[in-house]
C-alpha cells in the first residue's frame, strides 16, 4: 500500500510539473519572446530553455538524492523522445521536404549526436565525475557555434525576410514583457517546492522500495518531453499562418536541439556537480 501511495505521489508531482510547464511556463516564454520581436531560431531557443525545466528539477533533484544514474536515463530518454515526437510533428504536418534545409539536417545532425554521446557513457559505464564538467559544458558552446555558423550560412534570406515582418519595439510591449517576466519568476518559485516533494518521492522509491534507478530515470525522461510535444506542433502550427512552414520547422528544429544539448550538456552537469558536492 505505501508502494502504491509513493507511486501516485511520483506521478501527480511529475504530471504537475509538466503540466504548470506546458499550460504556463512555455506560454509565457512564447508571449515574452513575440513580445521582443525574435527570430523562429531564437524563439525555438527560448522554447528550448523553457521545455528543459522539467529536466532540470527532475535531475537536479535526483542528484541530490544521490540518484545519478537515475539522471543519465533521464537525459537519455528525454533525447530520444524528443527526437521521436519532433520528427512525428514534423511528418504531421507535412514538412517532411524541409528537412532538406542544410541548416537543419547540420541541426538534426547534432540532435543524434545528442543521443549517442549518453548511450556511451551507459555502455562504457563511464562514471559521472566532477572532470567531465567542463568538457560538457565545453561541447556545449561547440554545439552552439555549429548552429549558429550553420543558419548564418544557409538561411541568410530567411532571416531578411523575417526582421522585415518584425515589429518596432513599443511601449505596450515593454509592459506585456514586464508582466511575462514577473509570471515567470512566480512560476520557477512554485516549480522549485514541487521538485522537493518529487525528490522525497524518489529518495523513497530507490531506497525503501528498491525501485531501480534505470526504471526511475525512464520514467523521468517520458513526463519531462511532454511539453516538447506541445512546442514542436504549436510552432508549426503557428507559422502556417504566415504560409511560412519553414519558419515553423526552424523554430520546432531550435526548440528540439536547445533542449538536447541542455539536458546532456548543462543540465547533466549541474547533476554532476550536486552529486559530489553532497556525497565525494
Given at each position: 500500500?505505501?508502494?502504491?501511495?509513493?507511486?501516485?505521489?511520483?506521478?501527480?508531482?511529475?504530471?504537475?510539473?509538466?503540466?504548470?510547464?506546458?499550460?504556463i511556463l512555455?506560454?509565457?516564454?512564447r508571449?515574452?519572446?513575440?513580445?521582443?520581436?525574435?527570430?523562429?531560431?531564437?524563439?525555438?531557443?527560448?522554447?528550448?530553455?523553457a521545455?528543459?525545466?522539467?529536466?532540470?528539477?527532475?535531475?537536479?533533484?535526483?542528484?541530490?538524492?544521490?540518484?545519478?544514474?537515475a539522471?543519465?536515463?533521464?537525459?537519455?530518454?528525454?533525447?530520444?523522445?524528443?527526437?521521436?515526437?519532433?520528427y512525428?510533428?514534423?511528418?504531421?504536418?507535412?514538412?517532411?521536404?524541409?528537412?532538406?534545409?542544410?541548416?537543419?539536417?547540420?541541426?538534426?545532425?547534432?540532435?543524434?549526436?545528442?543521443?549517442?554521446?549518453?548511450?556511451?557513457?551507459?555502455?562504457?559505464?563511464?562514471e559521472?565525475?566532477?572532470?567531465?564538467?567542463?568538457?560538457?559544458?565545453?561541447?556545449?558552446?561547440?554545439?552552439?557555434?555549429?548552429?549558429d555558423?550553420?543558419?548564418?550560412?544557409?538561411?541568410?534570406v530567411?532571416d531578411?525576410k523575417?526582421?522585415?515582418?518584425l515589429?518596432?519595439?513599443?511601449?505596450?510591449?515593454k509592459?506585456?514583457a514586464?508582466?511575462?517576466?514577473?509570471?515567470l519568476?512566480?512560476?520557477?518559485?512554485?516549480?522549485?517546492?514541487?521538485?522537493?516533494?518529487?525528490?522525497?518521492?524518489l529518495?523513497?522509491?530507490?531506497?525503501?522500495?528498491?525501485?531501480?534507478?534505470?526504471?526511475?530515470?525512464?520514467?523521468?525522461?517520458?513526463?519531462?518531453?511532454?511539453?516538447?510535444?506541445?512546442?514542436?506542433?504549436e510552432?508549426?502550427?503557428?507559422?502556417?499562418?504566415?504560409?511560412?512552414?519553414?519558419?515553423?520547422?526552424?523554430?520546432?528544429?531550435?526548440?528540439?536541439?536547445?533542449?538536447?544539448?541542455?539536458?546532456?550538456?548543462?543540465?547533466?552537469?549541474?547533476g554532476?556537480?550536486?552529486?559530489v558536492l553532497?556525497?565525494?
Amino acid at each position: 500500500m505505501e508502494l502504491l501511495f509513493e507511486i501516485i505521489q511520483f506521478i501527480f508531482f511529475s504530471g504537475l510539473i509538466v503540466l504548470i510547464s506546458e499550460k504556463i511556463l512555455v506560454k509565457t516564454l512564447r508571449n515574452l519572446a513575440e513580445n521582443l520581436s525574435l527570430k523562429p531560431k531564437t524563439i525555438g531557443n527560448v522554447a528550448g530553455i523553457a521545455t528543459s525545466i522539467p529536466e532540470l528539477l527532475t535531475i537536479g533533484v535526483s542528484s541530490f538524492n544521490g540518484l545519478i544514474s537515475a539522471s543519465i536515463y533521464n537525459v537519455l530518454s528525454s533525447n530520444i523522445i524528443n527526437f521521436i515526437q519532433y520528427y512525428v510533428s514534423i511528418i504531421l504536418n507535412k514538412n517532411k521536404k524541409i528537412l532538406r534545409n542544410k541548416a537543419i539536417k547540420v541541426d538534426i545532425i547534432l540532435v543524434i549526436f545528442t543521443i549517442i554521446l549518453p548511450v556511451i557513457f551507459i555502455l562504457i559505464k563511464s562514471e559521472l565525475k566532477i572532470s567531465m564538467v567542463p568538457i560538457l559544458v565545453l561541447l556545449y558552446f561547440g554545439f552552439k557555434k555549429i548552429n549558429d555558423n550553420a543558419h548564418k550560412l544557409y538561411l541568410k534570406v530567411e532571416d531578411k525576410k523575417r526582421e522585415s515582418t518584425l515589429n518596432k519595439w513599443e511601449r505596450g510591449n515593454k509592459r506585456k514583457a514586464t508582466k511575462n517576466i514577473v509570471i515567470l519568476i512566480i512560476v520557477g518559485v512554485i516549480l522549485f517546492f514541487i521538485g522537493n516533494l518529487l525528490g522525497s518521492t524518489l529518495q523513497n522509491l530507490c531506497n525503501r522500495f528498491n525501485i531501480p534507478e534505470i526504471v526511475i530515470g525512464v520514467a523521468l525522461g517520458i513526463v519531462t518531453s511532454l511539453p516538447e510535444l506541445i512546442t514542436f506542433f504549436e510552432s508549426q502550427k503557428h507559422y502556417k499562418k504566415t504560409e511560412n512552414n519553414l519558419l515553423g520547422v526552424i523554430e520546432a528544429t531550435n526548440n528540439l536541439l536547445m533542449s538536447n544539448i541542455l539536458n546532456l550538456f548543462i543540465i547533466q552537469s549541474i547533476g554532476i556537480l550536486i552529486f559530489v558536492l553532497l556525497y565525494g
